[in-house]
């Protein structure tokens, strides 16, 4: 079974400035995604960004980029220029790619981001 | 409308009663899920669903029960409401060979 783990339950940012979000997880497989997802306090889940395990190069997504290090199975979510707006919890989540067991979101508890003004 | 809708989107309810919460779908999705969310420990996965033939149990479905009334339907049942069942209930659709879970609004249940 895959675990995630965020070790950082509460971070802090001042606004503009930059902030990374850590992630590791347990898996033997070797093709599957890997996703940041946020919570702001309107509770809704929001897709932030998605690796795909295959592919070497880092996602990216506006201000929003990862550092995937799959050797090490780490999942890294990097938030540049934050903003009062990306106040929220994050959650790491992890897909199988692997037939039969391309159903299951296994998700990290999560870390709650505070940016201050 | 929303792609995934939750109903109701809150509830409180009281020790031993029955409640259901329902989940709608418009995505032509085969896949539904109902996950549970609780503080310190993320989204956990209760039931899902591969068609309306197929249920399977998921991390956590002791005191929940599930029907797929149809493909676009997957209602949660707790048969006898206890109080650490207060959570925020997501459930979430996918289509089968896909890589992404769309998500409904949440329904936060509490239990007195």
């Known amino acids: 079974a895959q675990t995630v783990t965020q070790s950082q339950p509460e971070m802090s940012v001042q606004e503009a400035e930059t902030v990374t979000l850590s992630c590791t997880y347990d898996t033997s497989e070797s093709n599957y995604y890997l996703f940041w997802y946020k919570q702001p306090p309107s509770r809704q889940m929001i897709l932030v960004i998605r690796q795909e395990a295959y592919k070497q190069q880092n996602a990216t997504e506006n201000r929003f980029s990862v550092n995937f290090q799959k050797a090490a199975k780490s999942f890294s979510l990097k938030i540049s220029d934050s903003q009062l707006g990306d106040t929220a919890m994050y959650f790491c989540?992890?897909?199988?790619?692997?037939?039969?067991?391309?159903?299951?979101?296994?998700f990290g508890k999560g870390t709650l981001l505070t940016v201050n003004p | 409308d929303a792609d995934v809708t939750q109903t109701p989107r809150n509830r409180i309810t009281k020790t031993g009663k029955r409640i259901m919460l329902e989940c709608s779908q418009t995505k032509g999705h085969d896949r539904m899920y109902w996950y549970r969310q609780d503080p310190g420990l993320g989204l956990r996965l209760i039931y899902y669903?591969?068609?309306?033939?197929?249920?399977n149990k998921g991390e956590i479905s002791d005191g929940y029960s599930v029907s797929r009334q149809a493909q676009a339907k997957f209602s949660l049942s707790l048969e006898s409401a206890i109080p650490n069942q207060t959570a925020l209930y997501f459930c979430a659709t996918k289509q089968s060979g896909a890589n992404v879970l769309t998500f409904g609004a949440g329904s936060r249940l509490t239990v007195l």
């Open positions: 669903s591969f068609d309306v033939k197929d249920i």
């Open positions: 989540a992890f897909l199988s790619n692997s037939g039969g067991s391309n159903y299951k979101l296994t």
